[in-house]
């Protein structure tokens, strides 16, 4: 345990600071999770098969995917591609990542790979970033976001007909997080650059390419660019 | 569908789910990572988020078209605002769920 430096300050710590930093996810989870049961269970999925997906599976927008699916009667291998299709953004921050987890033993990574979602990745990047994190954190952000989440959706397929939609803004609660991750990441020019070119080549993507390829394809192409523009700006400042 | 055929779903699903979130941190985390690649890599929170983002708050997602007078997208001018201000996570959540509470109430 020694070796994650300085940040290391016993367990207790460990799990206050990672549940200090996972509240605003399991919040914006919870009504997600409330939908997922609701419909779920319109769709004729019974609670306990909600919970063992939740566990399995723990990917929202697949899981919402796979409900729809599952109501139109759709074949469990197509299902089981379009959840390929959805999650391998995933790869790209699992990515990423890997730079804070240097030489971190397998077993650890494992574990800690289930729980890799857009918003724990985006709050534990950040966190990364700005020094005071470890991976135990970490893990502690990844772990108790499933927890609600399983937590959420069960409980959506048992009482969510009796809350009404749309109330206290619930559906705002993932892009709000969103947006406050994405100002998280605008450390300079060229992120605030490769943010807008995201942007633009996203909705491009979106707009003209039937699916799910947008996110990753929109990406990589802007990081690429954003690299690119990067490499030549310090080219240009080492000549003259 | 019966027990089984749930269990070969969801696994399924979980295997696919897993793999993409597993490989590449277990791979990459053990290799010195060229400096290129840090460098693109770095890029890459910022340009996902932005891709996430952007389409919910311009897209009108039944129709596949651009919608610019989504309550959405009124309501992120004020919490983009307060985000850059406060860089509270929580904070910027809840002010974006009463924000687009007030305006579905009007």
Known sequence: MSKDGPVERGTKQQLRAGAAAAWPICLGYFPIGLALGVLASQAGLPWWAVALMSILVFAGSAQFICVA????????????????????????????LAIYFKKVDRRFLTIFAYGITDESFALNMARFRDGDWDRWRALVVNQLSNFVW?????????????????AFGIDYALPGMFICL???QLQGRIYVLTGIMAAGISIAWYLLIPGDSYIVGASILAATLGYFIKRRARRKNELS | MSFPEYLLLFFSMGVVTFVPRWFPLFYLSHKRLPQWLVDWLSLIPVAILSALIIPILLVDTTTRSLDLTKPELLVAVPTFIFALKTKSLGGTVLVGMVLYWLLSCL
């Open chain 1, 150 to 166: 399983i937590l959420s959706t069960v409980t959506g397929t048992l009482v969510g007909q009796f809350i009404p939609q749309g």
């Open chain 1, 182 to 184: 994405l100002i998280f």
């Open chain 1, 69 to 96: 699916m599952l109501a139109s009667g759709a074949a469990i291998w197509s299902i089981v591609l379009t959840t390929l299709m959805v999650n391998l953004r995933h790869a790209l921050m699992s990515s990423a």
